[in-house]
């Protein structure tokens, strides 16, 4: 609670504000950085919320969603010149300015107080003040915590409150994750209480695929997945073409590493994924299987126990086989 009186004598004045989150935002990362935003505009500060990159459509229904800033050729000028700028920079679920790409320089060398929120292990030592708890379910949870100990709950209006569920309802799986916790259920209650629609934002982020999308799981599934049942492992690998030929937007790969965790019997799956300048890879696990340690010493990432990423720079095929060999050898 120390930091967040802290962080209450910092807003007791209208500030320059930045909010910033990781690349590839997920529920968490945007629902996180909407709700405090959301709030702190209400308290007459000035904010921008800049993204690293873009994120799914099935985001876009969040209120405030317009005013985000997505880091590109063309923004990054005013991007630059707004973090140099900003009195406070929000770093909202992320441990190391490396998740935030070419913006990790601009927000290490501003003057502007940096304020860690963020549930993830291992923290980077670049915050002023942080809000930092691996046991909380979700970023979105810490946001409302800090709400809370700002003495504004009061002021959770509905759009915040769908933000903020928004967050929680995706990083804990559907309350499905270890993380989910009897605080998160009431948190959970308050949002609700304070105007959340939880089937609006349900259907919102679940119900509302592209035809692409649902021929691609259905392609994946019945093409892509290898399942090595003796080390209890299942796998898709989705190349470049495969994404180009189903016409695949941000977002459109998510939740496919479940299906193959969903196998009875699999206790770790991965999505590795060819793009344009890297593989990517995303690794799920249940138990006491933890794929937050095989990504980052294998595949210069981290994450959760359960949940992780990481990325290699090496050609698909190597990267395929470096992940058989690991995997097999355990």
Request: proline share 2%; hydrophobic share 40%; with cysteine.
């Amino acid at each position: 609670m120390k930091d967040v009186q802290a962080i209450k004598t910092l807003l007791s004045s209208p500030k320059n504000i930045v909010i910033t989150t990781h690349a590839n935002p997920d529920g968490d990362a945007l629902g996180s950085s909407l709700g405090l935003y959301l709030y702190l505009k209400k308290q007459g500060h000035q904010i921008d919320v800049i993204t690293p990159t873009s994120y799914p459509d099935f985001l876009n229904w969040m209120q405030g969603n317009e005013e985000v800033i997505v880091n590109k050729e063309s923004t990054l000028p005013g991007i630059t010149k707004k973090i140099a700028n900003a009195d406070l920079i929000f770093c909202l679920d992320f441990s190391g300015l490396k998740r935030i790409k070419n913006l990790g320089p601009l927000v290490g060398a501003s003057a502007g107080k940096k304020i860690l929120i963020d549930h993830h292990l291992d923290p980077e030592d670049f915050a002023d003040y942080s809000l930092w708890d691996t046991k909380s379910s979700a970023t979105a949870e810490l946001v409302f915590d800090l709400i809370e100990g700002l003495g504004g709950q009061k002021d959770i209006d509905a759009d915040i409150a769908e933000c903020l569920y928004a967050g929680i309802m995706t990083d804990t799986g559907s309350f499905k994750h270890p993380s989910t916790s009897a605080k998160t259920h009431r948190v959970v209650a308050s949002l609700m209480e304070a105007g959340a629609n939880i089937n609006k934002v349900n259907r919102a982020i679940y119900d509302t695929n592209s035809l692409n999308r649902l021929r691609f799981i259905g392609y994946a599934l019945m093409e892509k997945l290898v399942v090595l049942e003796k080390v209890k492992a299942a796998y898709f690998v989705i190349t470049a073409e495969e994404h180009e030929r189903f016409h695949l937007k941000s977002g459109d790969t998510e939740g496919l590493v479940n299906y193959a965790l969903s196998i009875k019997d699999i206790e770790m799956s991965a999505i590795i994924m060819e793009r344009e300048d890297e593989i990517k890879l995303s690794f799920r696990s249940v138990g006491d299987r933890a794929v937050n340690t095989f990504a980052s010493e294998h595949f210069d990432g981290g994450g959760h126990k359960n949940a992780a990423g990481g990325h290699s720079q090496d050609t698909l095929e190597n990267t395929v086989a470096k992940f058989r060999r690991l995997i097999e050898s355990q």
